[in-house]
């Protein structure tokens, strides 16, 4: 299973509590990421480059999504290349975790550590990224709606997603 949306959309912590009620692994893509890059995400744009850092998404993502089931989250651009989004559709089921740009900006507390989102009034920003990936975000197989609603209650949404469309 593929968790997509915008930063602070609430991948990871829905991520977390989807893989621990359905007793599967969870992994941060992120994480993953800089593990194999041996710097951080920030670090990966700032020293190689935005295009550098959608390459070593595409390769990591990939062995990521090639291993045994998991519960993935991505990072919010993952999904809007064409490579990555084909390629999560063809590992599992996609899951759009809809969010408000202003209440997204709030969870992350601002643009820290965000290269997308700095440099600028981060709710614009995160607005505009919306508009660039919603009709992507889109195409996913299911929509949860998380603007208001707590993280709990969004993971009980995706696990009864899971369970119903992807066999968990």
Do not use: H, N
């Amino acid at each position: 299973m593929i968790l997509v949306g915008l930063p602070g959309s609430g991948k990871t912590t829905v991520g977390r509590l989807v893989a621990a009620a359905l007793g599967a692994e969870f992994v941060d893509l992120d994480e993953a990421i800089e593990r194999r890059a041996g710097k951080s995400v920030p670090r990966i744009f700032a020293e190689d480059g935005e295009a550098a850092f959608r390459s070593l998404e595409a390769e990591v993502g990939g062995a990521v999504l090639r291993s045994p089931p998991a519960v993935v989250a991505p990072g919010g651009g993952f999904f809007a290349g064409d490579r990555t989004r084909e390629l999560a559709r063809l590992s599992g089921l996609v899951v759009y975790l809809a969010t408000d740009p202003k209440e997204a900006v709030r969870r992350l507390g601002g643009a820290a550590g965000r290269p997308l989102l700095e440099g600028g009034d981060p709710e614009q920003k995160m607005a505009l990224l919306l508009a660039a990936r919603g009709a992507l975000y889109d195409e996913s197989e299911c929509t949860v709606g998380t603007t208001g609603v707590s993280a709990d209650t969004v993971a009980r949404a995706v696990v009864s997603l899971a369970r119903d469309r992807a066999g968990w």
